[in-house]
């Protein structure tokens, strides 16, 4: 044994097997199928409308924080 297959999936070599085979433009790249895809939304516009808003107070809030020196230790103590 040559390799160790952890996936699963290396399985005999079938001779004459043509199941990945795409032609290729000129210049060498594969020319696939296209994909047809759905969109599935995840949020509706009313939700995306609301979690927009939610993260912009969000960042509001935290640059409207004060901006104190991270050495205050002096400062705080007695």
């Given at each position: 044994m040559d390799k160790?297959?952890?996936?699963?999936?290396?399985?005999?070599?079938?001779?004459?097997?043509?199941?990945?085979?795409?032609?290729?433009?000129?210049?060498?790249?594969?020319?696939?199928?296209?994909?047809?895809?759905?969109?599935?939304?995840?949020?509706t516009d009313k939700?995306?409308?609301?979690?927009?808003?939610?993260?912009?107070?969000?960042?509001?809030?935290?640059?409207?924080?004060?901006?104190?020196?991270?050495?205050?230790?002096?400062?705080?103590?007695?």
């Open positions: 160790i297959d952890t996936q699963g999936l290396s399985g005999p070599v079938t001779k004459g097997c043509t199941d990945n085979v795409y032609p290729h433009d000129e210049n060498g790249e594969p020319i696939l199928p296209q994909g047809d895809w759905k969109e599935l939304p995840i949020f939700e995306r409308k609301e979690m927009k808003e939610i993260f912009l107070e969000a960042l509001r809030e935290f640059h409207d924080k004060p901006n104190y020196s991270p050495y205050r230790l002096d400062e705080l103590q007695e």
